[in-house]
């Protein structure tokens, strides 16, 4: 039984790394958390980004409207690699929501 194991990850490793291909948004240099939907939670964290992290979204953002406009998509050296998309926003998120949730435990009390 412990010999599937493995197997079994790697096979969900090549699902996700197909359906993180299929997805498209890394062709214009986009990562996972450049498409989260904003909200008043997604809006605090991206406040609590550092600059360097808020300027390289800001850059990816630019450069895939500026791709989008001309109907074109980067070359595909230049795509967003499934290696390389690292959650930058995420942990931030997570800690806004957490926080939220512990103030609007607090309120009910």
């Known amino acids: 039984m412990a010999s599937r194991a493995p197997a079994t990850g790697r096979l969900l490793l090549g699902i ?3 359906y993180y291909g299929l997805s ?9 958390d ?6 008043s ?3 605090e964290a991206l406040r609590r980004l550092p600059e360097t992290d808020y300027n390289d979204r800001m850059f990816r953002f630019k450069r895939a409207l500026d791709l989008s406009m001309k109907q074109q998509i980067l070359p595909k050296d230049q795509w967003t690699k499934f290696e390389e998309d690292k959650p930058y926003l995420t ?9 939220r949730k ?8």
């Open 34 to 39: 450049d498409i989260i939907i904003e909200d």
């Open 24 to 32: 498209g948004f890394n062709k214009f240099g986009l990562m996972r």
């Open 41 to 43: 939670d997604v809006v």
């Open 102 to 109: 512990e103030r609007e435990d607090w309120m009910k009390k």
């Open 16 to 18: 996700r790394k197909w």
């Open 91 to 99: 942990p931030y998120l997570e800690e806004v929501i957490r926080e």
